[in-house]
């Protein structure tokens, strides 16, 4: 009897997407930056909205493997750090990945110490390249954290450094707001919140390197110490 020919079907099954939440609060950005995910294979745009309320809402943050998060989304928003903390009480799988142009050594210090899941960074810059967005999204969902690993020197410092005074400028300039509107709120001068948030800037960053912003490496400092003292407490 002559040997019977067997034909083998080798069926294809097709890898699953990789579930992205992205965060922009610059609508023009979203909506370009999304269309440029979405021509990548194997990459799907689940939510993508303008705040961290919509974000929240959404009902694909149960089931998002990584979120590409804004660092700096609004006065009236969470920051994407506090977002980011946020979606992991909902998911506890989900992985992070922070998008600013504030250089990677101002976002270190407030991402939360002791996590055990992925947090990334990825700079928000005219040159950056989707392709590479993509490949922090891909390493940061499968548990990488990406971008994150710079040397970075932390100064031991507290809230109890600041008079009341300059943590309540601080307060207010963390939302963004600037020092005319700062004095309007605290009902006082707008030459004494100039003083009170140098002499807050001096304390929070003593020394800058040339061409940094001294203001917003002291709201991040101060962000910072805020949330190392929301830690302690709790």
């Known amino acids: 009897m002559p040997p019977v020919a067997l034909s083998v079907m080798r069926h294809h099954v097709p890898?699953?997407?990789?579930?992205?939440?992205?965060?922009?609060?610059?609508?023009?950005?979203?909506?370009?930056?999304?269309?440029?995910?979405?021509?990548?294979i194997g990459i799907e745009?689940?939510?993508?909205c303008t705040t961290a309320a919509e974000a929240l809402a959404s009902p694909a943050v149960e089931t998002a493997d990584v979120a590409l998060l804004d660092l700096g989304l609004g006065a009236d928003s969470l920051n994407g750090i506090d977002l980011g903390i946020a979606l992991r009480e909902r998911n506890r799988e989900i992985g992070i990945v922070i998008h600013s142009q504030h250089e990677v050594g101002h976002v270190l210090p407030l991402l939360p110490a002791g996590d055990d899941m992925a947090w990334s960074y990825v700079a928000k810059t005219g040159s950056m390249r989707i392709s590479?967005?993509?490949?922090v999204l891909r390493s940061t969902a499968a548990g990488r954290s990406t971008g994150t690993d710079a040397d970075v020197t932390v100064q031991r410092k507290s809230l109890a450094d600041l008079s009341d005074r300059q943590r309540a400028v601080m307060a207010l300039a963390a939302d963004g707001l600037a020092a005319p509107e700062i004095a309007r709120r605290l009902g006082t001068t707008h030459e004494g919140v100039r003083q009170?948030?140098?002499?807050?800037?001096r304390i929070l960053v003593p020394e800058v390197a040339d061409g940094?912003?001294?203001r917003t490496r002291a709201v991040v400092a101060y962000l910072r110490l805020v949330?190392?003292?929301?830690w302690t407490e709790s």
Do not use: F
């Not at 269309?35 to 990548?40: F, G, K, P």
């Open 196 to 201: 009170d948030l140098s002499r807050a800037y």
């Open 15 to 40: 890898v699953r997407a990789t579930r992205v939440i992205y965060v922009e609060n610059d609508p023009a950005l979203l909506g370009i930056i999304r269309n440029l995910l979405e021509q990548h």
């Open 132 to 135: 590479d967005v993509v490949d």
């Open 212 to 214: 940094d912003d001294r």
């Open 227 to 230: 949330r190392q003292d929301t």
């Open 45 to 48: 745009v689940v939510c993508a």
